[in-house]
């Protein structure tokens, strides 16, 4: 019996739910790297980034190749990298509609328009 696609699509989301896998991602979105270029930039141990790369690979969103010693990794499609700068972009008006909320909180309590508690009315 096949999964439903929303849970296909959960699974895929949880592959994306660590921040190693996201930032190697993101670098993969650059260019090709070796395992090597990756661990100054991902900031984690060797041995984990390696579980977080097959994680990745598993999940079918990379693709290594090997040239002498060196294992270099790229993105299956370049689909994984317009997914990445959608994330971004929703996270930036997401953050941007907090900035909003959080200036209209310092109006209110630096002597700007406040509610009445009486009232349950907003004075302007």
């Known amino acids: 019996m096949s999964r439903p696609l929303y849970q296909l699509k959960a699974e895929f989301f949880k592959t994306l739910g660590h921040p190693a896998r996201i930032r190697v991602l993101e670098l993969l979105s650059q260019r090709e790297h070796a395992v ?3 661990l100054p ?3 984690i141990e060797a ?3 390696s579980q977080q790369l097959a994680v990745l690979r598993r999940a079918g969103l990379v693709v290594t190749r090997k040239e002498g010693s060196n294992v270099y ?3 299956t ?3 994984v990298a317009e997914l990445l700068a959608v994330a971004r972009s929703i996270l930036t008006g997401v953050l ?3 900035m909003e909320l959080l200036e209209d909180l ?3 309590v630096s ?3 406040t509610d009445s508690p009486a009232s349950g009315t907003r004075s302007r």
Request: aromatic residues 4%; negative net charge; charged residues 10%.
């Open 36 to 38: 090597a270029e990756m």
């Open 41 to 43: 930039e991902v900031g």
């Open 111 to 113: 002597g700007g328009p």
């Open 47 to 49: 041995a984990n980034l």
């Open 106 to 108: 310092k109006t209110t």
């Open 77 to 79: 499609s370049p689909q």
């Open 96 to 98: 941007a509609g907090q």
């Open 73 to 75: 990794y790229s993105l």
